[in-house]
């Protein structure tokens, strides 16, 4: 693999060509000092792999020499740009400069002026450059003809698709066609996509978070108001201890650790809790194993002796926490130490240093990502965590918080504006007053939705879950709650080996009436239709078909990292090949549908490859005309590209500009944290900068200061819920709590005549969640210094979950029999996101079946750093694939020794499913003796088979290998349909 292209020895650059910029001569200079080859040292070396945490703040361009100028010619006349984007793997964030000559993308730098990522690349983000070419790409849009792909057109593929779309719709409802959207959908694509499915009229769409993150946000939401990380990954460099549960972050979202270890330098306790001894754990004061699933018992160890020890934080505990008292008295009396280490198996003396550390190093922090969300009892876990931070004081200051780190680069966008199930953009919900403020924004009526819904009632309900989707498929009619099956799929960007149950996924796509991927790689799903399935579960009817989608760098939008921030990418190259831009394709099949004047009423066109295609730039401000819940009201794209060529003002630590302008536009950033990060309350014109830290009432609102969210009434039980007095954010002139604003409360304070005659006109009747002037929002905040959603108390209390405090329960399929009868799990439920949902049924069947003794380890699953999601994309890059070639399983010498399995040899891992996994055997001590780990990316082997001829030819990724997921179980989160990846159990055997 060549990284520059030799002319005699010397090499052809055009950054030295007369007219070239001193940038791209900077960037040439570093290439120059390149070797002509890379082999897989040089590029670990150069990702940064050899220092342990996947950062590169070197100089780095994975190229090939690609120009469009005839051989040879030499000429001065080469246009050479530098365009800015975003990496698109990870939520981290990391900005990149893509150098674009006569329109091909010829190399890439990190940006050193960013804020978020200093420089630094890891693997994935080193090697960006290959989606500009492409080699492994879906290229044409092609149909599924007697088990092979073949090349069509896309007026056929629209034309034929959309005609299935409606035969389905005539005979079984718009409920009988599901979309899986994408996390990897920038904020425009994301919002329009739910917008189009509420113009098809169904709620049976999802994407990625339902199974990363959803009880996070569930969890975190009804703590304390939003379900979000609180701080940034910056603010990590002011915590004075930091407690990582279930992440594993210099694999996961390795530029994050660059601030970890700023703080670690300064001092930093880091204690890192897992099943695994990961690159993390490497860097940790103090490593804590436990057994999966068994973090609730951990957490409420540790509160047992800071609680003990009167280690809480009384006095912000009684001005801002509801309910601590009842958590109190609860983990005093059932989380002994003894307890404790009888459910998680973390000896006492470690449970208490823990607790010492957390305690007396403060602000302290706590990061989790999927280790604690994938559980049916996910949404108890993270509010478990939520409530040791609030005990510490540590919620709404800078060094503390619960610094959740999301997934894809835009899954926390796509979670706050795009296709969930539950929720119109902004998780505004689905009431009725909901869908007519969005008809207003969207302009159009709302007796017009309505009636594209099968009924009202259907309107208002929420939809399947992609968890679930296959069940959709599968279940017995009369046991769902629609009135069809589902009979059309479409995977818009989404892989299907990220979830569980891969054998039944396999026979429901057999039984679909039409099955679409949109996407830039086929993935796993082309191979698995194709791949012949069992006798009798094929549809004679079926449709197969694949549509390319342009990448992330083919298009430009805003992408909202995980600690709340936009940016805006810009178009880095047209898309290639015949791939087109998902809010193309998503207004494309509107036209053939009957409702594309609608869907882009608000939008003006433009022009890519001769076809119209809706500008970012307006979906953008419809957002920010809509979602007014969030503040994702002040993020316009004129800010935002501001801010993207103006990285350079912004404090690394802090994130808040030190003031200057952007020299293009004139905008003064001053004030301004970067990105905007939301909430960005109130309109453009009103310049909140955003909120870097969320509920920090030291800071005035206007400052990014705020509260706990007033979302869960005023009082409950004869107990406030309302913050007391003397609690309240930096200069209100409220000083106690109070409930949201609405006119009614404006005019009763007497702040009503504040408003603008227009403003008074939008607001009458309205609150500031649809007051469609942002009036409320500017005199609330502006005049007023008081927050627009109230100023309450948390809830370490809950009376809308399944338990009111967090309760530990045994996993569905687990290897402790004897601890069920006391932490049993959840009743099962008989219609919940409108699918029947086993719990206690499933775990008493795998008892009396003695599951346990047949399949005695756990299994769990995680990242590499090489790979990301599903893995088809990143396995597709020969670059990264060079780095990790075979899926494997990390098994514990003792367990080894007993099969008779050495490192590097075959093994075979079953689960209850039926299924049996080929993979490489990796004997480690990074698990224990009970524990196996599997990475998640991997696909395109099955059951020992390769799926090589079941993709389309040359759109096959370079590395296959087993997806964990085939072998996965049963299990759901019991408020948000999350699966249960992390806790499953398996055997192993030498193959």
């Not at 915590?239 to 330098?265: D, F, Q, R």
């Not at 470690?350 to 010492?356: K, Q, R, S």
């Amino acid at each position: 693999m060549l990284l520059a292209k030799k002319n005699n020895g010397v090499y052809s650059d055009p950054a030295h060509r007369e007219g070239s910029s001193r940038f791209v001569q900077s960037l040439s200079r570093g290439l120059s000092n390149a070797l002509p080859t890379m082999d897989r040292r040089s590029f670990l070396r150069r990702s940064g792999l050899g220092i342990g945490v996947g950062l590169a703040a070197s100089q780095l361009s994975l190229v090939k020499k690609a120009s469009a100028a005839a051989p040879g010619e030499v000429n001065g006349s080469s246009k050479i740009e530098v365009k800015r984007t975003v990496c698109s793997h990870c939520s981290v964030g990391c900005a990149v400069d893509a150098v674009v000559e006569n329109g091909v993308w010829v190399r890439q730098e990190p940006v050193f002026d960013s804020p978020i990522n200093l420089g630094a690349h890891c693997a994935k983000g080193a090697a960006l450059r290959e989606h500009g070419h492409g080699e492994y790409r879906l290229r044409y849009p092609m149909k599924l003809v007697a088990g092979k792909y073949e090349r069509i057109s896309w007026d056929t593929a629209l034309n034929e698709i959309t005609a299935r779309m409606l035969e389905l719709r005539k005979a079984s409802g718009p409920d009988s066609v599901y979309v899986v959207g994408s996390s990897k959908h920038n904020n425009e694509q994301a919002y329009l996509l739910r917008k189009w499915m509420s113009f098809w009229g169904s709620n049976n769409c999802d994407h990625q978070a339902r199974i990363c993150h959803s009880t996070t946000v569930a969890g975190v939401a009804n703590t304390w108001g939003y379900g979000a990380m609180t701080n940034s990954f910056n603010d990590l460099q002011n915590s004075k201890c930091a407690l990582y549960i279930g992440s594993n972050a210099a694999e996961a979202h390795p530029v994050s650790m660059l601030h970890l270890l700023h703080a670690k330098e300064k001092g930093c306790k880091v204690i890192v809790v897992d099943p695994r001894f990961t690159r993390t754990a490497a860097k940790a004061d103090e490593f804590v194993r436990l057994r999966s699933g068994s973090d609730i018992p951990f957490l409420f160890g540790v509160l047992f002796h800071i609680f003990k020890n009167g280690w809480e934080d009384t006095q912000y505990i009684n001005d801002r926490v509801y309910g601590m008292d009842k958590v109190k008295e609860e983990v005093l009396a059932k989380w002994t130490p003894d307890k404790v280490e009888e459910a998680c198996g973390v000896p006492e003396a470690t449970v208490l240093n823990v607790a010492t550390m957390m305690s007396q190093n403060r602000p302290s922090t706590l990061v989790w990502c999927m280790g604690q969300t994938q559980h049916t009892t996910g949404n108890a876990i993270v509010r478990a965590s939520c409530i040791l931070q609030l005990a510490l004081g540590n919620i709404g200051k800078s060094g503390g918080g619960t610094n959740i780190f999301r997934g894809h680069d835009n899954v926390q966008g796509a979670t706050d504006v795009g296709p969930n199930p539950d929720s119109l953009p902004g998780y505004y919900g689905l009431t009725q007053g909901s869908w007519k403020h969005f008809a207003k924004v969207w302009g159009v009526d709302f007796d017009w939705i309505q009636g594209r819904y099968a009924s009202p009632a259907m309107m208002g309900k929420p939809g399947i879950t992609v968890s679930r989707w296959i069940d959709g498929v599968m279940e017995k009619n009369e046991f769902i709650d629609q009135d069809s099956n589902l009979r059309g799929v479409f995977f818009w960007g989404h892989a299907p080996n990220s979830l569980t149950r891969g054998l039944e996924m396999k026979r429901a796509m057999d039984m679909l009436d039409l099955l679409v991927v949109i996407d830039p790689y086929p993935s796993a799903t082309a191979a698995m239709a194709a791949m012949p399935g069992k006798a009798g579960d094929l549809n004679p009817n079926r449709a197969v078909y694949l549509l390319p989608a342009a990448t992330q760098f083919e298009t430009n939008g805003s992408v909202t990292s995980s600690n709340r921030s936009l940016q805006w990418r810009e178009r880095v190259i047209e898309p290639l090949w015949e791939s087109r831009t998902d809010h193309m394709i998503m207004q494309q099949f509107a036209d053939k549908l009957g409702f594309g004047k609608e869907l882009s009423k608000n939008f003006k066109m433009q022009q890519v490859k001769g076809m119209n295609e809706p500008m970012p730039e307006d979906i953008l401000r419809e957002i920010n005309k809509s979602c007014w819940s969030i503040g994702y009201t002040g993020q316009s794209p004129e800010r935002l590209k501001a801010h993207m060529r103006s990285m350079h003002l912004f404090d690394p630590k802090t994130l808040q500009s030190r003031g200057g302008k952007d020299k293009e536009s004139g905008y003064d950033t001053t004030g301004d944290f970067f990105g905007l990060p939301w909430p960005c309350w109130g309109t453009p014109e009103l310049k909140h900068p955003g909120t870097a830290n969320l509920y920090d009432t030291s800071k005035h609102v206007m400052n990014g200061g705020g509260n706990f969210r007033a979302n869960f009434g005023v009082e409950r039980e004869g107990k406030n819920l309302l913050a007391e007095d003397g609690s309240h954010s930096l200069g209100s002139d409220i000083t106690t709590g109070y409930p949201e604003f609405d006119h009614i409360l404006m005019k009763k304070l007497g702040w009503w005549d504040e408003l603008s005659e227009p403003e008074k006109s939008a607001a009458g009747g309205k609150n500031w969640k649809t007051d469609s002037s942002g009036g409320i929002i500017r005199v609330v905040m502006k005049n007023h210094g008081c927050y627009p959603f109230g100023n309450a108390k948390a809830r370490a209390v809950v009376w809308n979950f399944p338990d009111a405090i967090p309760q530990h329960r045994e996993p569905l399929y687990g290897i402790r029999p004897d601890l069920v009868a006391k932490y049993p799990t959840h009743d099962d439920k008989k219609t919940f996101w409108r699918l029947p949902t086993l719990y206690k049924t499933i775990q008493d069947r795998n008892i009396a079946d003695k599951v346990h003794e047949k399949f005695p380890l756990i299994l769990t699953s995680g990242r590499l750093v090489e790979y990301e999601g599903g893995g088809e994309e990143t396995r597709s890059n020969p670059w990264l694939a060079e780095l990790q070639q075979e899926m494997f399983v990390e098994i514990n010498p003792r367990v080894a020794s007993e099969k008779g399995i050495r490192n590097g040899e075959r093994a075979w891992v079953s689960t209850p499913t039926g299924a049996r996994l080929n993979v490489q055997a990796l004997v480690t001590e990074r698990v224990g003796p009970d524990t196996v780990f599997m990475p998640f990316h991997f696909s395109g082997r099955w059951q020992g088979a390769d799926m090589l001829a079941y993709y389309p030819a040359g759109a096959n990724p370079v590395v296959r290998g087993e997806a964990v997921n085939t072998g996965t179980t049963y299990g759901y989160d019991s408020v948000t349909m999350m699966q249960e990846t992390k806790t499953t159990v398996c055997s192993i055997e030498r193959a």
